[in-house]
Nanobody, 124 residues
Framework: HVQLVESGGGSVQAGGSLRLSCAIS????????MGWFRQAAGKQREGVAA???????SYNDSVEGRFTISRDNAKGTVLLQMNNLKSEDTAMYFC???????????????????WGQGTQVTVS
């Protein structure tokens, strides 16, 4: 049974930083493409960042240069470092796992099989 648990969300002022963490159990994270998604109130869920097993990353244009995704396969965790946060970053953030070693060029929900419950990020 694969479980993903996010943590690290909270409230922060614009310009501040947060680091989200995703802990994975029940699966070999070293063989999964990992991603972060977000969903703002009244909007569709969108891909934020993804990282393949070799550490290659991709980002939504809106967060490029501000967010950094990383992974620690030994610990079974994926991190999302978010800097220079803006009010438009306010959303529920979800961690997701794709049971393939590579990620698609586009960060698409349909590519990911396992999802966490989400952690709220509020930027004011």
């Amino acid at each position: 049974h694969v479980q993903l648990v996010e943590s690290g969300g909270g409230s922060v002022q614009a310009g501040g930083s947060l680091r989200l963490s995703c802990a994975i159990s029940g699966a070999d994270v070293s063989s999964h493409c990992m991603g972060w998604f977000r969903q703002a109130a009244g909007k569709q869920r969108e891909g934020v960042a993804a990282i393949d097993v070799d550490g290659r990353t991709s980002y939504n244009d809106s967060v490029e240069g501000r967010f950094t995704i990383s992974r620690d396969n030994a610990k079974g965790t994926v991190l999302l470092q978010m800097n220079n946060l803006k009010s438009e970053d306010t959303a529920m953030y979800f961690c997701a796992a794709r049971p393939l070693r590579v990620c698609s060029a586009e960060i698409r929900q349909a590519d990911f099989s396992y999802w966490g419950q989400g952690t709220q990020v509020t930027v004011s």
